[in-house]
């Protein structure tokens, strides 16, 4: 009668990720294999655009606005004050309904202290 192996113990694992050509995953899992490490075919993540899906490529530019702006603790008329553009242009940009130029991408960015490619999209 077969009985199930035990896993070994090992101590402090590390878990790993690669990337690499799909032709070798089989060839990488096997190698891998025999320095010791285990096969884990359970995904440990899922992406963020699975867990939101309201956020699209459209609005990600307002939505990272808001979480700065969350983040700094600062009312869109605080941050309007702070860069000179109109409170409302604010609250469109963030809720995806004006676009975020370059030029007003580096006065948010100077002013919520990040940089400003965190609000222009690709």
Not at 23 to 46: R, T, V
Not at 47 to 54: D, G, H, M, Q, T
């Amino acid at each position: 009668m077969l009985e199930p192996t035990k896993k070994h113990h090992i101590e402090d694992p590390v878990g790993l990720k690669f990337i690499g050509p799909p032709d070798k995953k089989n060839e990488a899992i096997n190698l891998m294999m025999s320095l010791g490490f285990q096969y884990d075919n359970e995904p440990d993540s899922i992406s963020w655009r699975e867990c939101f899906p309201e956020i699209t490529d459209q609005n990600l530019p307002g939505k990272v606005l808001a979480g700065m702006r969350y983040r700094e603790e600062l009312t869109q008329a605080q941050l309007s004050s702070m860069t000179g553009l109109p409170r409302r242009h604010i609250s469109e940009m963030e809720n995806g309904k004006r676009p975020i130029d370059k030029e007003t991408a580096r006065k948010l960015a100077k002013a919520l202290r990040t940089s400003y490619k965190n609000f222009i999209t690709a």
